[in-house]
C-alpha cells in the first residue's frame, strides 16, 4: 500500500494553520501585536540575513510600484544603462543580477542574446515577469538563462561575462560580506568588463535631523499631495537618519518606532503615514535591515576590485544619492 505523507503533512499544516487562526481571532488587539512581535523575534533568530531576504521577495517581489523610480529605475536611469550598455558583438555576455523587470527588459530590447538572470528565488523570477506583462512590455524569456543562486556562490565560469548589470545590488548584501561580492562579480568578468549598477547612496545631511523635523519636511511642504514617491522620499530619509553607523544598516522596527511616535489628527496625514507604516512593516516583519552605506564605505570597498571610471545620475527625478556607477574590472 503506497502512503501518500506529503499529502497528509499538508493536510495537518493547513488544519494547525485553521486552528490557529480560530484561536488567534478571540485574542484582543493589543495582544495581537505583542504575539506577532514574539514571531517576529523568533524569525529574527532562526534565520540568516540571506533567509529573512528571500522570506521578503518571495512575499513582495516586483508586484508594486514599477514605474517609481526609487523601487525601480526611470526612464533617464535607463537611458544611462542604455549609453554605457555598448552592444558592439552579437557574442557579449551580460549577467543581470536580479530579476528588475525594466532592465531585463532593456537587454532584450538591446538584443543582448542569452544574457543570465541570476536571483535567489525563481518566484520572483516569474513575478517580474508578469509586471511585464501587465504594462504590455513584450519579453523574450527563451532568450535568458535563469539561475536561482546566490549572488555570492553562483557556479559560473571565471572571466565570461562582458558585462554584469544590477540595480541597489549593494542593498542586499551585508557590508561584510560585501568584499566577497565584489571579488566573486570581478571574477565572472573579462578582462576590461563593466559592472553597471544603480547605487542607493546614505544622505549623511540628515545625520542630525530631529525624526520628526523630517516627517514634518514632508508633510508641510506645499507639493504634499500623498504621492507613492514622498512614501518612498520619507522613508529614504528616515532610513538614512536612523541608521547605526557600526552595522551601516537601519532596524526596520526603529522606522516603525518614529512613525508611530508622530502626533496628528490631520486625516491626510494620518493617511501617509499609515502607507509609510505599511511599506516599513513588509520589513519589519521579518526583521530585515535596510543596508544603509555612506559613498565613502562603498567606495572602500569597491575599490578593491573595481575603477570608477564613470559616474551619472537621472535627471527625471531627485537622484542625486542613487547615481548609476560604471565600474572597469582593475
Not at 521578503?56 to 544611462?80: C, E, Q, V
Not at 561580492?181 to 540628515?206: D, E, H, P, Y
Amino acid at each position: 500500500m503506497n502512503i501518500d505523507y506529503q499529502g497528509i503533512s499538508i493536510y495537518y499544516s493547513h488544519y494547525i494553520m485553521h486552528l490557529m487562526y480560530s484561536i488567534l481571532k478571540r485574542f484582543s488587539n493589543r495582544d495581537l501585536l505583542r504575539i506577532r512581535k514574539l514571531i517576529t523575534d523568533i524569525l529574527s533568530i532562526k534565520l540568516p540575513y540571506r533567509e529573512q531576504s528571500k522570506l521578503f521577495w518571495d512575499d513582495n517581489g516586483y508586484t508594486r510600484n514599477l514605474r517609481i523610480p526609487l523601487a525601480n529605475p526611470s526612464k533617464d536611469d535607463l537611458n544611462i544603462y542604455k549609453k554605457y550598455l555598448k552592444h558592439e558583438e552579437n557574442n557579449q555576455k551580460t549577467l543581470l543580477l536580479g530579476s528588475t523587470p525594466l532592465l531585463r527588459s532593456l537587454l532584450n530590447e538591446l538584443d543582448f542574446k542569452n544574457y543570465v538572470v541570476a536571483d535567489f528565488s525563481f518566484a520572483t523570477i516569474e513575478n517580474s515577469l508578469k509586471e511585464l506583462d501587465k504594462l504590455g512590455i513584450d519579453l523574450d524569456a527563451e532568450n535568458e538563462i535563469w539561475l536561482k543562486s546566490d549572488w555570492l556562490e553562483m557556479p559560473l565560469e571565471p572571466k565570461s561575462f562582458d558585462y554584469v548589470v544590477g540595480d541597489f545590488v549593494f542593498t542586499q548584501i551585508e557590508p561584510d560580506k560585501q568584499p566577497l561580492f565584489v571579488k566573486k562579480i570581478s571574477s565572472l568578468l573579462k578582462q576590461n568588463g563593466n559592472f553597471i549598477v544603480r547605487m542607493c547612496i546614505c544622505n549623511t545631511a540628515f545625520d542630525n535631523v530631529d525624526p520628526k523635523k523630517i516627517i514634518e519636511g514632508i508633510l508641510f511642504s506645499k507639493t504634499f499631495e500623498n504621492t507613492v514617491e514622498q512614501r518612498f522620499a520619507l522613508l529614504y530619509r528616515l532610513r538614512d537618519r536612523l541608521r547605526d553607523k557600526k552595522t551601516q544598516a537601519t532596524s526596520p522596527r526603529i522606522i516603525v518606532d518614529e512613525i508611530l511616535r508622530y502626533k496628528t489628527e490631520n486625516e491626510k496625514e494620518l493617511e501617509f503615514l499609515r502607507s509609510v507604516l505599511k511599506m516599513t512593516l513588509r520589513r519589519a516583519e521579518v526583521d530585515l535591515p535596510f543596508i544603509t552605506q555612506t559613498k565613502d564605505e562603498l567606495a572602500d570597498v569597491i575599490s578593491k576590485e573595481f575603477l570608477l571610471e564613470a559616474s551619472a545620475i537621472a535627471s527625471d527625478y531627485v537622484s542625486d544619492n542613487f547615481p548609476i556607477y560604471i565600474l572597469k574590472k582593475i
